[in-house]
């Protein structure tokens, strides 16, 4: 099945052929009804039950003895009889009107079908809003993991990622008051939705927040006496352990007591560096989804439901694989699997997440990550040197650029040069000289407006690109047309081993995270973020490296400049080399939380001891 999903992935391009399959997704969907129920769905059945009897399932357990006279055969098939209800108000509402209407196990599958037919709604809306190609909803439409737990064996799942998806629609249209009462819902679902909430918060839409808390509302019809919400699901993380890929490599050597502190802490850093460096707010949320459950306890198949859809954006290799390996747990739920090997939890797990963790360690390494966009094939490209003061250097780097086929013009900014840098350019051939004021930043602004290339790449006046550097920035961009912008992994122009160190943490930071320092060169599509470039004084690199990472995905190429170590030399390189770590992150952490000023004229000050005129 996944198999012929991604087939048809490949094929289909025209609109009428992706309308095609989707409908085939709507038929396989009406087929799968007929698929064997999970046993959740007695459980559903049964709270909406004793909901309509008066009773609260969040004050009582399905084996209660206030209880007893309400037992049917739907209640011999409820796990956990002894457990209160884990599912949230809204949740409890659901059920009560769907056994109200039709007490059966195909009126949930069918109410659950109906969001999921929502959510590829919700899909092909944000799809169009972040330009990805109509082929890529086939990713949800035909994928066998929602058929299975979908309208197969009914999970409630569906809801929660139908609730998230309208608020990442929501969120990219900046309709933030439908974003926060979507949140709330899906909260009041299941609770571990609201591991998304801090990712969607920002400065121009916190005044909206107060709304998050309406749906919570629904929760005071079941506020009695010694009802806590939180009370079962923390049980279940702390008593219940299954299929967990973080507990089950650290359980055996933490010992069961020990390890959930240790998830916590693990998943509150992860969440935190995601938080940070993840500027695509969508993004953020599917790996934010993605890390509670790389840390949970316990992980059933059908709670990949919620990053399932997240797929259609960012092709994400390694949770498609995870998708394909886990659906080997479907022999473990069922009763006519009598084979003792499908039962070997340990080889279970093992073969469901080994090419997980194999996939993501390479997307991690390579940095071969997917954005949500699709951008046209690059032709040229614009060169845009910053400089001020650069008569030793500007020569050698324009004669690096002159020669590199695809190149469309070479844009000198000057900054207010009062030596020989401005007469050096412009008796450069092919070469513009433009006035701005100083300050990286503004100048690379000035440029970047100025430029006339498909691409804009950004080069310091003391630095040079190596041959077929400019070629190699549009075959990547040709390749993937989800990229928006990216890095050189650059090499300086000395061969002490304290420069190589640098060069390594250097290019593996611009690979793993798509972060990269100006020296290592830059570039970027101009119509995606040229515009947008703000007029900073200091740290212009990073927050172009964040600008890319915000619009799609940042790529990385082998190769193509050297750099002067110049600025390490004068300034003292463990000196350097500290101010250089701490000021990053100061602004990277500042930026996240929108205390940046305009200029960052501050940061100026902090690194040059004063700001330069």
């Not at 306890?297 to 994400?316: A, D």
């Not at 780097?397 to 020669?403: F, V």
């Not at 961009?477 to 061969?495: K, T």
């Not at 205390?595 to 100026?604: I, N, T, W």
Request: hydrophobic letters at 45%.
């Amino acid at each position: 099945m996944f198999a012929g999903m991604l087939a048809l992935w490949r094929m289909c391009r025209g609109t009428k052929a992706v309308l095609a399959v989707v409908i085939l997704g709507i038929v396989a969907r009406i087929a799968f009804l007929n698929f064997p129920h999970s046993d959740d769905v007695h459980r559903y059945i049964w709270e909406g039950r004793i909901q309509n009897l008066g009773h609260n399932p969040f004050a009582l357990a399905p084996d209660a003895q206030k209880l007893e006279t309400a037992r049917d055969d739907n209640w011999e098939g409820i796990n956990h009889k002894h457990v209160s209800t884990s599912y949230w108000p809204f949740s409890q509402m659901l059920f009560r009107a769907v056994v109200s209407a039709a007490p059966s196990p195909l009126a949930f599958k069918i109410l659950f079908t109906l969001f999921d037919l929502g959510i590829m709604l919700l899909l092909f809306a944000l799809m169009r809003r972040l330009n990805t190609p109509p082929h890529h909803l086939l990713l949800y439409a035909l994928n066998p993991l929602v058929l299975v737990y979908t309208a197969g064996e009914g999970h409630l799942e569906i809801v929660v990622a139908f609730w998230l998806m309208l608020s990442m629609l929501a969120y990219a249209k900046r309709r933030y008051a439908l974003m926060y009462v979507s949140l709330g819902l899906a909260v009041m679902t299941k609770v571990p939705a609201a591991i998304v909430v801090p990712f969607l918060v920002r400065r121009n839409n916190l005044r909206l927040a107060p709304l998050f808390g309406i749906p919570f509302l629904l929760s005071v019809p079941y506020l009695t006496d010694g009802v806590s919400f939180l009370h079962v699901p923390a049980m279940f993380a702390r008593e219940y352990h299954y299929n967990g890929l973080a507990d089950f490599l650290l359980r055996p050597i933490l010992g069961g007591s020990n390890v959930l502190p240790v998830l916590a802490c693990l998943l509150l850093i992860t969440l935190a560096t995601i938080f940070l460096l993840t500027t695509d707010r969508i993004r953020a949320s599917m790996y934010a989804l993605g890390a509670f459950l790389v840390f949970s306890t316990t992980v059933h198949p059908w709670y990949l439901l919620t990053i399932t859809p997240f797929l259609v954006l960012y092709r994400s290799g390694p949770w498609l694989a995870l998708h394909i390996t886990s659906v080997a747990l479907i022999f473990v739920f069922n009763p006519w699997a009598r084979d003792p090997f499908w039962h070997a939890t340990n080889l279970l797990i093992t073969f469901e997440y080994v090419p997980f963790v194999i996939m993501g360690l390479r997307a991690m390494v390579t940095g071969n990550r997917h954005g949500p966009g699709h951008y046209g094939s690059p032709q040229d490209v614009s060169v845009v040197v910053p400089a001020r003061n650069e008569q030793d250097h500007i020569r050698m780097c324009l004669d690096s650029i002159r020669n590199q086929e695809g190149v469309r013009e070479i844009l000198v900014v000057d900054g207010g040069s009062d030596d020989r840098t401005r007469e050096i350019a412009e008796g450069a051939a092919g070469t513009r000289v433009i006035d701005s004021p100083s300050g990286r930043g503004v100048q690379i602004r000035r440029g970047a407006r100025e430029a006339g290339g498909d691409v804009v790449l950004v080069l310091h006046a003391d630095s040079r690109l190596q041959p077929d550097a400019v070629p190699r920035v549009i075959d990547i961009l040709r390749r993937r047309p989800d990229v928006v912008g990216g890095s050189f992994s650059a090499r300086y122009d000395s061969s002490q081993t304290r420069f190589r160190f640098t060069e390594f943490l250097n290019n593996l930071r611009a690979r793993v995270f798509g972060i990269s320092f100006g020296d290592q060169g830059q570039f970027f599509r101009r119509k995606s973020i040229a515009d947008r470039i703000p007029p900073l004084r200091l740290m212009e690199d990073i927050e172009l490296s964040l600008l890319i990472k915000e619009f799609g995905a940042a790529g990385f190429v082998r190769g193509g400049v050297v750099s002067s170590t110049r600025g390490w030399e004068r300034a003292g390189y463990a000196r350097n080399f500290l101010k250089v770590i701490s000021l990053t992150t100061l602004y990277i952490v500042r930026r996240a939380f929108g205390l940046c000023s305009k200029d960052c004229a501050d940061f100026e000050r902090m690194y040059y001891g004063k700001a330069r005129a």
